[in-house]
Nanobody, 125 residues
Framework: QVQLVESGGGSVQAGGALRLSCVVT????????MAWFRQVPGKEREGVASIYPTGALTQYADSVKGRFTISRDNAKNTLYLQMNTLKPEDTAMYYCAARPQLAILALDSHVYWYWGQGTPVTVSS
């Protein structure tokens, strides 16, 4: 059974920080490319960051470069997103996504097979 469960979302003031986690069920995790996406109502899902299966390579959307850091712990089947210097425009539902058996950096949602249910992030000014 494939399961991705996000946590760590919440409400913060602008300039604050949050750390999102995504725990993955499945022995395929260490060979999967992973990513974080976000979506606000009425808009398309936006790729935020992606990471290679080994964690050696990462990719970020321009809007979050220098503020967000994606990382993973393959021993714990867990993906992270450290979000610093948060802005009101970062407010969204955040989703983790997985593409097993492929080493790729991609912010295109069509690449990913499995998705979590999302965790909400609200940044107030």
């Amino acid at each position: 059974q494939v399961q991705l469960v996000e946590s760590g979302g919440g409400s913060v003031q602008a300039g604050g920080a949050l750390r999102l986690s995504c725990v993955v069920t499945g022995n395929w995790y260490s060979g999967a490319s992973m990513a974080w996406f976000r979506q606000v109502p009425g808009k398309e899902r936006e790729g935020v960051a992606s990471i290679y299966p080994t964690g050696a390579l990462t990719q970020y959307a321009d809007s979050v470069k220098g503020r967000f850091t994606i990382s993973r712990d393959n021993a714990k089947n867990t993906l992270y997103l450290q979000m610093n210097t948060l802005k009101p425009e970062d407010t969204a539902m955040y989703y983790c996504a997985a593409r097993p058996q492929l080493a790729i950096l991609a912010l295109d949602s069509h690449v990913y097979w499995y998705w979590g249910q999302g965790t909400p992030v609200t940044v107030s000014s």
